[in-house]
């Protein structure tokens, strides 16, 4: 099961942060850079998880749970620029 995880999962996520950069940079929702950010995370998550499939535990990112800490950092970083650039609810 950890290999799963390790090897999988951070596919699942680069395929979702592409899907997400690629609408960020066509939508403009937030600051374009994020989504480069994404892209370039997607890369290193995917480079990760294939690197967990050719036998090294550690990977290149290091063990499973450090692969995740660029993801976390790009989710956080989306949400933060969503609500600082939200506008206020007009009142009825």
């Known amino acids: 099961i950890t290999v ?3 090897a999988f999962v951070p596919i699942g996520q680069a395929a979702f942060m ?3 950069s690629v609408l960020i ?4 929702v937030v600051a374009r850079w994020i989504g480069w ?9 995917f480079a990760g998880s294939l ?6 535990p550690e990977g290149l990112l ?5 692969g995740l800490i660029p993801f976390v950092i790009w989710t956080v970083v989306i949400a933060a ?5 939200s506008t206020p609810a007009a009142s009825a």
Do not use: C, E, N
């Open 25 to 28: 940079l066509r939508g403009g």
């Open 62 to 66: 290091g063990p499973p749970p450090q």
């Open 51 to 56: 690197w967990r499939v050719s036998g090294d």
């Open 4 to 6: 799963i995880f390790s």
């Open 37 to 45: 950010f994404g892209f370039a995370v997607s890369v290193l998550l």
């Open 81 to 85: 620029t969503m609500i600082r650039s």
């Open 18 to 20: 592409v899907g997400a």
